[in-house]
């Protein structure tokens, strides 16, 4: 499976929140599978800690990539493709980062890990 990570269920998973529930988090560590983290959600956490709404041991330009390594994610970059996704997808979910992912999740046929009703209102893989 290919799985692109919300950037919540990063956090928590990095941070051993456990508001993760055991099966994601058991299938982020199953190495069967292909997990991805956005810069789109590095984006979102980097603005979220610049206004002081998301607290991290270290900035995000250091902590963020530093965990997505330890913990054996993949990069996945914005690319153009994924961006004119965005003309084709519905108003359902107003968060521009979830937006983006959801246009990522599209074009490169991902199943998102996420919490969030809001992306599962879209006709897309949701784990």
């Known amino acids: 499976m290919k799985i692109l990570l919300d950037t919540h269920i990063f956090l928590w998973f ?7 529930s055991t099966e994601v988090r058991d299938v982020i560590r199953d190495p069967d599978n292909e997990v991805y ?9 980097t603005v979220k800690y610049q206004l002081g709404k998301l607290p991290l041991p270290e900035s995000p330009e250091t902590y963020l990539p ?6 054996q994610i993949a990069s996945l970059s914005l690319d153009e493709d994924s ?15 979830d937006r983006m992912l959801i ?3 599209l074009q490169n046929g991902l199943t998102i890990a996420t919490v ?7 006709s897309i893989s949701v784990l």
């Open 66 to 71: 530093k965990q997505r390594n330890l913990h």
């Open 14 to 20: 990095i941070s051993g929140d456990t508001r993760l």
């Open 37 to 45: 983290l956005s810069s789109v959600s590095i984006w979102e956490a």
């Open 116 to 122: 969030d009703e809001d992306v599962r209102a879209y």
């Open 103 to 105: 246009c990522q999740a």
């Open 83 to 97: 961006v004119v996704q965005l003309a084709k997808l519905p108003l359902l979910h107003r968060d521009p980062f």
